[in-house]
């Protein structure tokens, strides 16, 4: 079992739509959560980072942590065609081991 | 915000040739920097971690004599692929982490091809 499993999609929404996309994972350590957002051929872009358990809004986005279900969503408001890319989610056991574990990534593409 | 470059952003080189990889962070200075290799639709897959003034830390199964990085000043890393062979051929990342925080801001991406 990967410790970070994540549906690589493709998932296919229209213009508008509100996404979502999860991550699950087993270790128990993991308090920091990450989401990144790749273009093709780019490099990941952070979107959201997290601490712990809550939630996080950051203008179009929210992300949600539930470590009790180790379980980790990011959730994207009005859509855009913009907003087709890879996301990925990472995490880490703490702020000391800077040691990232990805995900594989959900394809997402938003059609106009 | 944090700004990581890479450079070249694209590469050929022959097989059983070295090709050199820069990561410079732009605004900061960074003690820690992070390699990653992506194959195609899969995820990033940490290589090792370069810290300023000492040796890096590989990961289990890279080849540390293969990969040679060097973090010599506090903006730059550089990762060297000797003697390269095709199953070398991916997208290498570099991150690096902003001095007081924890996230990491990655460069664009080097797409290596060894023909």
């Known amino acids: 079992q990967k410790e970070v499993e994540q549906d690589p999609g493709p998932l296919s929404v229209p213009e508008g739509a509100i996404v979502s996309l999860n991550c699950t994972y087993s270790?128990?350590?993991?308090?920091?959560f990450m989401w990144y957002r790749q273009y093709s051929r780019k490099g990941p872009e952070l979107l959201m980072y997290?601490?712990?358990?809550g939630n996080k809004e950051d203008g179009r986005f929210t992300a949600q942590v539930d470590k009790s279900s180790k379980y980790i969503s990011l959730f994207i408001r009005d859509s855009q065609p913009s907003d087709s890319a890879t996301y990925l989610c990472?995490?880490?056991?703490?702020?000391?081991?800077?040691?990232?574990?990805f995900g594989t990534g959900t394809r997402l593409k938003v059609l106009a | 915000g944090a700004v990581v470059s890479q450079h070249p952003s694209r590469v050929i080189c022959k097989s059983g040739t070295s090709v050199k990889i820069e990561c410079r962070s732009l605004?900061?200075?960074?003690?820690?920097m992070f390699w990653y290799r992506q194959f195609p639709k899969q995820s990033l897959m940490l290589m090792a971690t370069?810290?300023?003034?000492?040796?890096?830390?590989?990961e289990q199964g890279v080849e540390k004599d293969k990969f040679l990085i060097n973090h010599a000043s506090l903006t730059l890393s550089t990762l060297t692929v000797t003697s390269a062979h095709p199953e070398d051929s991916s997208f290498y990342i570099c991150?690096?982490?902003?001095?007081?925080?924890?996230?990491?801001?990655f460069g664009p991406g080097t797409r290596l091809t060894v023909t």
């Open positions: 605004d900061f200075q960074a003690t820690t």
């Open positions: 991150s690096a982490i902003r001095p007081g925080q924890n996230e990491q801001y």
């Open positions: 270790n128990s350590a993991f308090q920091y």
């Open positions: 997290t601490y712990s358990s």
């Open positions: 370069s810290n300023e003034g000492s040796k890096a830390t590989y």
């Open positions: 990472a995490m880490s056991e703490s702020s000391g081991t800077y040691k990232y574990i």
